[in-house]
């Protein structure tokens, strides 16, 4: 508990005018080349992603050394076995189990004779990001093998392209690992969290199926047959919902179709040459979906197959690489340095950067959002030593729940590299689970709006064990949990992206549609869900300080969020919300408390809250202020506050879902921002082949997090951006020479190369900006 506060000045209420120009702040005091145009190429810059591919040139032992490659939906883990064969697991980004956990749709194994993949034979296997494919070679010299698989970016379907020398043998197959219904136990029960714990009843893995009657492929699924759904919301008091409302994971089938114009049926599980060949082609499709009957399923994934096969498997293929090509043209980061001895450590910052990037756009545009704890691309840990040994590959630690402190850091990466298009499935999640998260407020609070939680399935709702089965001495809607009990920043937070998304993209159907719905809903909690104290404020109490203080009054979180969100609502075009709700917003600015502080050595810092009490994990609330609601940072008053704050703060080490490292770019601290963003993308990784196969740290491998944040924290330290400001190289280290192109708001494109510490080209679109950007350059 802290003893002595001081306040911040509060709140000035203000009006914002409707269409702000942009105006560029460059923290660089000389400029040798500016360029404006209507569109940007990749002409410079374009050759550096031959060097981020990664290449292998030993086949791997184990799925620990698999290769990651998807289409945004559908993912695979590839690998070769020394004196074996090619393999790969299957995922999707909706494949939930009756038990709401992501699992694998299956594990594909091509088998080649002869083997090309025998010890002390030529090996290489690359994966190829401008194409956005893995290519494979190997085998001696005239006898060589060629394949290319690819997740085609437009269709729900993988391919392999198989050319040899020499003709060849092939089978392929899939071999299914839930063949026997089982009860999961011991260590593995945490892969299936929230469903365990005091009360909770025996968790069971359901097995999958092979179809028989298949003549033209192999196929085979997992069918749910029950759910968790209905008991779960009986259990938070949402019954009546579950009566209008039909079940998102009953009679869900997910599994694949695998079939080659070359390789013919040989049994239930199997596809063979009928005799050696020289080339063949092989295409698995993917598939999860509600179907009342397992033949509506079939047919549905046969009619996949049949309206993809007629189109040209090459014009597929060109317009899957002109996809990536997109994609990496839109925007970049190149990192280089002419200090010898820091080559290595700035080029894995580019490199990682650029493949961290390339996970997110391989997992991203599914119909669900991207998992923190391993996204699609987990794989089982037969061979891996220590604690996390001998799990299959379904398993990741914190199930299948959503963590907002997770969930959001990868998306906070995805305006200023222009992938707002990825950001879409995780506001469909929040915007989805609107109607159940209103009747929740109403009928645990009396009042309008809506709260989200810490930790919600994707439907909306808390896990059993959170929410808590023995409720006896609780009140509807207090959760057993103290973690999370007033833990409630999601919904602020997803309101503030979704409001940057719209600053960016002008994408005025999303606002109408899902963002304004969302946002309303949500500052209309805050607004009702507290009283207000003798000074007209509102008192926050009880509340929590995120989730590291249980107890808290006032916490500054909810302050600088609730101010920071109503801020950019103000700012939205007149005609976008009423009068009514502006005045809503003007006086909740009104009504906040003023920020709290503490004393510390005779210094004045930010506090977590007015009171707290009850720590219990290691985040450093009061930082909020900085990311992600950007109430101090450069070009803003009282920047030495924060800084004194961030220097004094408890939690120092970066890694996982610490934000130091973006909190460091916001505050200009150079040195600290490039150590801590170089230090998470040099993060060695001993048990996985992959480079961005970080983890589990807090969390699963590949940990997500890990990667977002400092995606996050490089391009903070390139462009930062609040209101009609963007401030260029806020933090950005003279011995570090780079090349980016990115995004700002109101679709604003910034290319630019520094070198020495230099800005030596420096091209600005779209072409109305020219005159605010000119004038503000010139001065420079």
């Known amino acids: 508990m802290i003893e002595d506060h001081r306040w911040m000045e509060e709140y000035i209420v203000k009006d914002y005018p409707e269409t702000p120009g942009i105006r560029i702040n460059i923290m660089r005091k000389r400029i040798l080349l500016i360029i404006f145009c209507l569109s940007v190429g990749f002409a410079h810059g374009q050759s550096h992603g031959e060097a981020y591919n990664v290449v292998w040139t030993s086949p791997s032992s184990s799925a620990l050394g698999s290769m990651p490659a998807g289409n945004g939906d559908i993912g695979i883990n590839l690998w070769v076995e020394e004196n074996g064969d090619l393999l790969f697991y299957l995922s999707k ?36 990001l401008e194409d956005g494919l893995i290519h494979l070679e190997a085998g001696k010299e005239g006898e060589q093998v060629s394949i290319d698989v690819w997740v085609d970016a437009h269709h729900p379907v993988v391919e392999l392209d198989v050319t ?49 009657g298949i003549n033209d492929g192999i196929m085979w699924l997992h069918r749910n047959r029950r759910s968790i759904w209905k008991d779960n919301l009986t259990l938070q008091g949402l019954e009546q919902y579950t009566s209008r409302h039909s079940d998102p994971l009953l009679h869900r089938t997910f599994g694949a179709f695998i079939r080659s114009g070359e390789l013919t049926d040989s049994g239930l599980e199997s596809l063979r040459t009928p005799h050696p060949l020289k080339q063949f082609t092989t295409s698995i499709y993917a598939l999860s979906a509600q179907a009342e009957t397992l033949s509506d399923w079939t047919q549905q994934i046969r009619q996949l197959s049949r309206d993809i096969e007629p189109i040209s498997r090459e014009e597929r293929l060109t317009h899957h690489q002109n996809w990536w090509h997109e994609f990496w043209n839109r925007s970049y980061i ?94 469909a999640m929040y915007k989805n689970a609107l109607p159940i998260r209103r009747l929740a407020t109403k009928n645990y609070y009396g009042h309008n709006g809506a709260f989200f939680p810490e930790t919600m399935y994707f439907w909306g709702t808390y896990t059993d064990a959170n929410y808590g089965r023995d409720r006896s001495e609780l009140s509807l809607g207090l959760t057993e949990n103290r973690y999370i009990r007033y833990y409630w920043q999601s919904g602020l937070e997803i309101s503030l992206m979704m409001l940057d998304y719209y600053a960016f993209t002008q994408d005025q159907q999303l606002l109408r549609k899902t ?82 502080l503490r004393q510390v050595d005779g210094e004045k810092l930010l506090a977590p809250a007015y009171a707290y009490s009850g720590k219990q994990n290691i985040e450093n609330p009061e930082l909020y202020a900085i990311f992600p609601y950007r109430r101090f940072g450069v070009g803003k008053d009282s920047l030495e506050l924060a800084k004194r704050t ?135």
């Open 93 to 128: 980004t909706d494949a939930w189990s009756e038990n709401a956990r992501l699992l694998k749709i299956g594990k594909v194994r091509l088998s080649l004779s002869p083997n090309p993949f025998q010890t002390g034979l030529p090996f290489l296997q690359e994966l190829v």
């Open 164 to 212: 040899s020398d020499v003709p060849l043998n092939a089978r392929i197959r899939t071999e299914p690992w839930r063949t026997e219904r089982r009860e999961i136990t011991g260590d593995e029960i945490h892969s299936a969290y929230g469903l365990n714990g005091k009360g909770g009843s025996t968790v069971w893995v359901e097995k999958d199926s092979i179809v028989t």
């Open 334 to 427: 190149h990192v280089s340095t002419s200090n010898e001895s820091e080559k290595d450590k700035v080029f894995n910052v580019g490199r990682g950067y650029a493949l961290q990037r390339y996970m997110n756009a391989c997992s991203g545009r599914g119909n669900s959002p991207i998992k923190f704890n391993g996204s699609i691309f987990t794989v089982d840990t037969k061979d891996l030593v220590g604690k996390y040994s001998d799990f299959d590959a379904d398993y990741r630690q914190w199930g299948g729940p959503y963590w907002w402190q997770n969930t959001r850091l990868p998306y906070w990466s995805m305006l200023e590299s222009g992938d707002a298009e990825l950001m879409l499935p995780l506001f």
């Open 515 to 596: 963002i304004l719905p969302v946002v309303t809903e949500v500052i209309t909690f805050f607004d009702q869900h507290w009283g207000r104290d003798e000074g007209g404020k509102i008192l926050f109490d009880p509340a929590m300080a995120l989730e590291t203080y249980n107890t808290a009054v006032n916490p500054l979180p909810e302050i600088v969020g609730i101010h920071k969100v109503c801020t950019e609502l103000l700012r939205l075009p007149k005609s976008t919300i009423s009068s009514t709700q502006r005045k809503q917003y003007q006086r909740l600015i009104a009504e906040l408390p003023k920020i709290p």
């Open 646 to 780: 961030f220097a004094n703060r408890a939690i120092k080490y970066t890694g996982g879902w610490q934000q130091n490292a973006i909190k460091a770019a916001y505050l200009g601290l150079t040195d600290e921002a490039a150590t801590l963003t170089a230090q998470n993308f040099n993060t060695s990784i001993s048990d996985y082949r992959f480079p961005t196969m970080w983890g589990p740290n807090y969390d699963w491998t590949p940990d997500q997090c890990h990667g977002a944040v400092a995606m996050i924290a490089l391009q903070r330290m390139l462009l930062q951006y609040e209101g009609n400001e963007i401030y260029l190289l806020p933090a950005w280290p003279n011995d570090w020479d780079v090349e980016f192109k990115l995004f700002a708001p109101q679709n604003t494109i910034i290319e630019a190369a520094v070198k020495n510490g230099e800005i030596t080209r420096l091209i600005i679109s779209p072409k109305e900006r020219e005159k605010d950007i000119v004038s503000e350059c010139l001065k420079e």
